[in-house]
């Protein structure tokens, strides 16, 4: 997910009727070709949703702004957070071609879109397009994605890189994602990097700083804390946890880079985010992220659909927002090839 990610060295669904017996489970390219039905977009309910999250972000940052109270313009940040989650899907599905294809006004909202998340279109590219090519492979992965070491590989690095492994999948670097994953590995890092290619990533964080003191000279610095960085505080730690989730949890199942598979890593290396209808709404859908990474394709809007319909989809391995769980996702370290599970800090020690 972070560009700064990419510059480690470290690279050294509710429950549904079991299928009949006489069918056989399809995996490989015949899974891939069963999902395709469900890889077709509406269009008009495409726009429709989008206008609905944006009218309602736009709405709320207006209330923000005229709200007598603190406590209503706290209580309307977190609200745009959670609709920012939400935004942030639609701009990930346009990236994936699975929503809005040749569409130059979409193509205007989600660049803007990207400017308002840290996201610049070339960095979220390049390194999201690679994660899913490279989900789960224990060497290589890094880039795009929280990284994850066997525990040979860990027993190998110097003590130095331990740190920086350690820093990288501490639960304090995820939650403050908005200055670690984003400020720093989504726009700094990526434009150090390739600074002609990537030059939108400190345009973005100028365009941050500018609404911010507009914002603060205009109506009050509390007013401007509560229209432009908190929100993305929340929201982008948010999604940093939801995606350190999706690729860190207890039943994850990894293989070696000979033996990995694109289906298993989709359906294995990728866990069902249970929770409710209404954060299901507000996250888009990205909790069915074994579906997602087995197509694409699908709009986040058809992703239940598609697990309901395929029976292969529907045993995950999974995680929720309770804090057991949540605990349990940030206590996993590294992998152990031998037990087939990921070991805990207090195991390593």
Do not use: C
């Amino acid at each position: 997910m972070s560009a700064a990610l990419s510059e480690t060295s470290f690279d050294a669904a509710p429950p549904a009727p079991a299928p009949a017996p006489q069918q056989a489970m399809r995996t490989g390219a015949d899974l891939n070709v069963a999902t395709k039905p469900y890889a077709v977009e509406d269009r008009a309910k495409s726009w429709r949703l989008l206008t609905e999250v944006l009218v309602l972000i736009v709405g709320s940052l207006v209330g923000i702004a005229v709200a007598p109270w603190w406590p209503v313009q706290l209580g309307l940040a977190v609200f745009v957070a959670l609709l920012n989650v939400r935004l942030f899907i639609f701009f990930h599905d346009y990236l994936h071609s699975a929503i809005f294809v040749d569409s130059k006004a979409a193509g205007v909202i989600f660049s803007v879109t990207g400017f308002y998340m840290l996201s610049v279109r070339s960095v979220w590219r390049e390194t999201h397009n690679y994660h899913h090519k490279n989900n789960a492979k224990l060497i290589g992965s890094a880039i795009g994605s929280f990284p994850v070491l066997t525990i040979g590989m860990w027993r190998s690095i110097d003590p130095g890189k331990r740190r920086l492994y350690r820093i990288l999948r501490h639960p304090l670097t995820i939650f403050f994602g908005y200055f670690t994953v984003f400020l720093i590995g989504m726009t700094i890092s990526p434009f150090r990097r390739d600074a002609k290619k990537h030059w939108g990533g400190p345009v973005a964080m100028l365009v941050h700083f500018a609404l911010f003191v507009l914002a603060g000279v205009t109506l009050g610095w509390l007013t401007a804390f509560f229209l432009v960085p908190l929100p993305l505080i929340i929201s982008l730690g948010a999604g940093s946890y939801l995606f350190f989730a999706q690729h860190n949890f207890p039943d994850i199942k990894l293989r070696d880079r000979r033996a990995w598979d694109y289906t298993f890593a989709a359906l294995n290396s990728s866990s069902y985010f249970k929770m409710s209808k209404l954060m299901h709404w507000f996250t888009g859908n990205i909790g069915y992220h074994h579906v997602h990474h087995l197509n694409h394709r699908i709009p986040f809007y058809r992703l239940p659909e598609a697990m309901a319909a395929l029976p292969e989809l529907q045993s995950p391995g999974t995680t929720t927002w309770r804090l057991k769980d949540v605990v349990a996702n940030l206590q996993l370290a590294v992998w152990d090839p031998e037990q087939g599970r990921m070991l805990t800090w207090s195991e390593v020690r």
